[in-house]
């Protein structure tokens, strides 16, 4: 029953994880022909340039929706844990994304400054429309954000929660770009590209955290203070246990898998250095969430210092 109650919400988490993702594509494929369509017809290089940004999103929430549609397949003998680690993958993937992107903006947007001072650009001033258009972009992307962030910290998916860093990255992005066209039909056209800069600048950085957060859990860094603490903290309440010598962490998604080495007295029998262990392992299965897997070893020692 318990096993079946765990795969049931397994099932339910990658569900609520994919309809994130889902909403998020539907709403950048919206945007990315909006934003785009408008840019040129209303003479905006600053909503081009974020209509650019939202087309690159559409391509990452695929392949996202097909790294997390991989993450959901059940455990097989090739892969005993499971594919939840995919999620970090499509982690990757964003942050990569993220990087690349903020790279091409950041380009763009300093080659158009060049070009307005030295007198090269023509650029006279977007219409209405376009600030209208980046406005409602901003609001999109702030209730997107916090949908989705509220989402991926429930369901603790480091690609749903990379996701909703994105949306914040863009709400950043069609501010700017509201921005650099409202001063750009004020008389002051470098302010545009100028502000495309700055903001490109912020999204490197969050696709910079992105990829260092996801590449930590496929390298299975070791388990954070507050963890290790906490699996101390819970296996000195286990009658027997001396000490505990050495805590190993591997993330799978969002689950964890600890070894764990323990030591007990020396003079127990082979049973009760077993139950000892069992009862290690109980309590970490119980008390922290996410925990799939304990693996206890244990050896006579002295009490540790």
């Known amino acids: ?12 988490r990658n569900q609520k994880g994919l309809l994130a993702i889902h909403v998020g594509l539907a709403a950048n494929a919206l945007l990315a022909v909006l934003k785009a369509t408008i840019g040129v017809a209303g003479h905006s290089p600053a909503l081009l340039a974020d209509g650019i940004n939202s087309t690159s999103d559409v391509a990452y929430g695929v392949v996202m929706a097909i790294f997390m549609k991989l993450s959901g397949k059940p455990a097989d003998h090739e892969h005993p844990y499971g594919h939840d680690q995919m999620e970090s993958i499509a982690a990757v993937v964003v942050g990569a994304f993220v990087v690349t992107t903020a790279i091409a903006i950041f380009w763009n947007s300093v080659n158009g400054v060049y070009e307005i001072l030295s007198g090269a650009g023509d650029f006279a001033g977007a219409s ?8 409602g972009a901003a609001c999109l992307k702030l209730w997107l954000t916090l949908w989705t962030s509220k989402i991926g910290k429930k369901i603790k998916n480091s690609a749903v929660e990379a996701l909703a ?69 819970l296996l000195a309440s286990v009658q027997g246990v001396k000490c505990v010598e050495e805590v190993h962490a591997h993330r799978f998604g969002p689950y964890l898998v600890v070894n764990i080495t323990i030591g007990v007295d020396g003079s127990l029998s082979v049973t009760e250095g077993d139950r000892i262990a069992t009862g290690a392992e109980e309590i970490l299965l119980r008390e922290i969430e996410f925990m799939r897997r304990v693996y206890v070893h244990y050896h006579p020692t002295p009490p540790c210092e």
């Open 1 to 12: 029953m318990k096993k079946k109650e765990s795969e049931l919400e397994a099932s339910e």
């Open 165 to 233: 860093h994105d949306h914040r990255n863009d709400i950043f992005s069609a501010l700017a770009a509201a921005i650099g066209i409202f001063f750009g039909r004020m008389g002051f056209p470098w302010v545009d590209p100028l502000a495309g800069a700055v903001v490109s600048l912020i999204i490197l950085y969050t696709g910079v955290d992105i990829l260092r957060t996801s590449s930590a859990d496929l390298m299975d860094t070791l388990p954070g203070k507050q963890l290790g603490r906490e699996i101390r903290e």
């Open 128 to 135: 209405g429309v376009a600030l209208w258009v980046a406005l």
